[in-house]
């Protein structure tokens, strides 16, 4: 390589893994024996079938997916999920359920509001989302379309993992885990549907993916546009237009990565082991500060603070200066951000604290 890769700690699009760059580079030009590029492939050939089937058959088996469920590759990243998802699914009484967490929900919240009725069952907003409310099922409401939740808040650093989702009876439960998938273990059956945007743990912007179980699909309100409904991706297994080709190719690409690394199941043990290093730290700090409620804490985004605005400033410039870069907080958080997603090895982490530890002797 020419350059030194930095250790990058952006939410999103952020680190891919180094193998996965490389493989896709060497196939760039020339794809197998086709004698062109992926991108340069009709989406109706055998071989990008190969490619698309490929990529579902190895993400239902790291997920676990069961076959009473669709894998749809869709595209308008996890934001047009907001609208299709009211659309398709507030369709019995017209009222949804949402747990509001950051700001992904409450943009989520305003998109359904368009459509029926937004109950909010829990909020953490008084706090600036440094927690997870009490999920407290007294407090559903039995005739709602659906339940929603943001599984991992990637501004606020929260997230609700497996064992915390809520029992909502026969209301599906949708889940938002564009920011945690294939990085901690979910039981699928839980849900109705879940979607995630790929450029946070999957691959290049452009593909969304989304699980739906299939007596969810075939449901939607009469003013759906044609490319907002599911049933007309599920019919033709995500080939009714053109497909974000190049990225879905990507995507296969890291799927076959997590599987060599040991399925989500290694990765989430990895993911714990990376968490852990640097809240400790954050924990043991004298200065540093996360800005988490500890039991809440995402093993993917890591929020933490300074105590002057001069000192987030400082530390952001001397990281970047270092190979750590895009740790600068989100605006409603301030301070600092460090996402830490599957592509993001335990040595950076290593070598992020230690920067932080020697910043701390300078500047106590
Ligand atoms: C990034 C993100 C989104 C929005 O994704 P886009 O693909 O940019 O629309 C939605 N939800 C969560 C949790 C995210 O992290």
Do not use: C, W
């Given at each position: 390589m020419s350059m030194n890769r930095v250790y990058n700690f952006s939410a999103g699009p952020s680190m891919l893994p180094l193998e996965v760059l490389e493989q896709a580079q060497k196939e760039f030009v020339c794809y197998g024996n086709t004698g062109m590029s992926v991108m340069e492939m009709s989406h109706r050939s055998k071989d990008f079938e190969n490619i698309i089937f490929g990529a579902e058959a190895d993400l239902r088996e790291l997920?676990?997916?069961?076959?009473?469920?669709?894998?749809?590759?869709?595209?308008?990243?996890?934001?047009?999920?907001?609208?299709?998802?009211?659309?398709?699914?507030m369709n019995k009484n017209n009222k949804a359920d949402f747990v509001k967490t950051g700001q992904w929900s409450?943009?989520?919240?305003?998109?359904?509001?368009?459509?029926?009725?937004?109950?909010?069952?829990?909020?953490?907003?008084?706090?600036?989302?440094?927690?997870?409310?009490?999920?407290?099922?007294?407090?559903?409401?039995?005739?709602?379309?659906?339940?929603?939740?943001?599984?991992?808040?990637?501004?606020?650093?929260?997230?609700?993992?497996?064992?915390?989702?809520?029992?909502?009876?026969?209301?599906?439960?949708?889940?938002?885990?564009?920011?945690?998938?294939?990085?901690?273990?979910?039981?699928?059956?839980?849900?109705?549907?879940?979607?995630?945007?790929?450029?946070?743990?999957?691959?290049?912007?452009?593909?969304?993916?989304?699980?739906?179980?299939?007596?969810?699909?075939?449901?939607?309100?009469d003013i759906t546009p044609t490319m907002l409904n599911y049933a007309t991706h599920a019919k033709e297994k995500s080939l009714y237009n053109t497909p974000p080709t190049y990225s879905i190719y990507f995507a296969g690409l890291v799927f076959k990565w997590v599987k060599k690394m040991g399925g989500v199941d290694a990765m989430e043990k990895i993911n714990r082991e990376k968490a852990a290093i640097l809240y400790d730290f954050l924990d043991n700090s004298k200065l540093f500060k996360g800005t988490v409620r500890p039991q809440d804490r995402s093993l993917m985004n890591v929020p933490f603070i300074l105590p002057t605005e001069e000192l987030?400033?400082?530390?952001?410039?001397?990281?970047?200066?270092?190979?750590?870069?895009?740790?600068?907080?989100?605006?409603?958080?301030?301070?600092?951000?460090?996402?830490?997603?599957?592509?993001?090895p335990v040595e950076g982490i290593k070598k992020l604290v230690e920067f932080m530890g020697k910043f701390e002797v300078e500047n106590k």
């Open positions: 997920m676990n997916i069961p076959d009473n469920y669709t894998v749809l590759f869709l595209q308008g990243g996890g934001s047009t999920q907001f609208a299709m998802i009211p659309l398709n699914l409450k943009k989520a919240i305003a998109e359904a509001q368009r459509y029926g009725t937004v109950n909010v069952v829990a909020s953490s907003e008084d706090k600036t989302f440094s927690y997870i409310p009490e999920l407290d099922p007294a407090k559903f409401d039995k005739d709602a379309d659906y339940f929603y939740m943001t599984l991992n808040n990637t501004i606020y650093g929260t997230h609700i993992p497996d064992n915390m989702i809520p029992d909502t009876g026969n209301v599906p439960k949708v889940g938002d885990m564009s920011s945690n998938i294939l990085a901690e273990r979910y039981d699928i059956s839980k849900f109705g549907l879940i979607f995630a945007g790929a450029q946070k743990n999957l691959g290049p912007a452009g593909v969304t993916v989304v699980i739906i179980r299939n007596d969810l699909i075939g449901n939607a309100m987030n400033a400082k530390f952001i410039a001397e990281a970047k200066a270092n190979g750590f870069v895009n740790l600068k907080g989100h605006r409603t958080v301030g301070g600092m951000r460090a996402s830490i997603y599957n592509a993001m």
